[in-house]
T-cell receptor
Framework: GESVGLHLPTLSVQEGDNSIINCAYSNSASDYFIWYKQESGKGPQFIIDIRSNMDKRQGQRVTVLLNKTVKHLSLQIAATQPGDSAVYFCAETPSGTASKLTFGTGTRLQVTL | GAVVSQHPSWVICKSGTSVKIECRSLDFQATTMFWYRQFPKQSLMLMATSNEGSKATYEQGVEKDKFLINHASLTLSTLTVTSAHPEDSSFYIC?????????????FGPGTRLLVL
């Protein structure tokens, strides 16, 4: 759902470790999900997407898992690097052609050396 | 591919003036573009959906007479903040869908930071 809070949850991960960022969505009619990365002062950057007929999709160093039963989405980043430090948003869109995205609250990933 | 640009990247204006922000899809055509607003440490909030050749669709609570949207071509949408006030200061971000690729992925511009004095 939409964010209303002033404080982003933060995940601190040591460089080289794996990161797992979680997202809960509320609309059971959503059939398409996207993870975006947003660095400070920049627009969101597409990372990976997944459709509701899948439960896992892998990209380069990233994996998205979808659990429709509990309406949960996660982003796994392997071998986290300092350049991965950013705010990560999940977004969902319901079936149909409107294609409006609803963004989650966001999670700040801090990579420590 | 799928590059979206915005201009200007930042703007400072006096209260009461109008500001126009441009959003361009550089290497694809976009019949649909979206305008978002983002406050510090918050998520993106959709303001309106911009449709090429027709009127924009505004989200609930967004004043269409204050935030004028024009989508005159398949690669350009503009957002004009009319009679801007300090509370309009925010980070404005546009996105576009690549119609030829299909799907629902939105590609975002770099954002425009607006400061109204």
């Amino acid at each position: 759902g939409e964010s209303v809070g002033l404080h982003l949850p933060t995940l601190s991960v040591q460089e080289g470790d794996n990161s797992i960022i979680n997202c809960a969505y509320s609309n059971s009619a959503s059939d398409y999900f996207i993870w975006y990365k947003q660095e400070s002062g920049k627009g969101p950057q597409f990372i990976i997407d997944i459709r509701s007929n899948m439960d896992k999709r892998q990209g380069q160093r990233v994996t998205v898992l979808l659990n429709k039963t509990v309406k949960h989405l996660s982003l796994q980043i392997a071998a986290t690097q300092p350049g991965d430090s950013a705010v990560y948003f999940c977004a969902e869109t319901p079936s149909g052609t409107a294609s409006k995205l609803t963004f989650g609250t966001g999670t700040r990933l801090q990579v420590t050396l | 591919g799928a590059v979206v640009s915005q201009h200007p990247s930042w703007v400072i204006c006096k209260s009461g003036t109008s500001v126009k922000i441009e959003c361009r899809s550089l290497d694809f055509q976009a019949t649909t573009m979206f305008w978002y607003r983002q406050f510090p440490k918050q998520s993106l909030m959709l303001m309106a959906t911009s449709n090429e050749g027709s009127k924009a669709t505004y989200e609930q609570g967004v004043e269409k007479d204050k935030f004028l949207i024009n989508h005159a071509s398949l690669t350009l949408s503009t957002l004009t903040v009319t009679s801007a006030h300090p509370e309009d200061s925010s980070f404005y971000i546009c996105s576009a869908r690549d119609q030829d690729r299909g799907g629902k992925t939105q590609y975002f511009g770099p954002g425009t930071r607006l400061l109204v004095l």
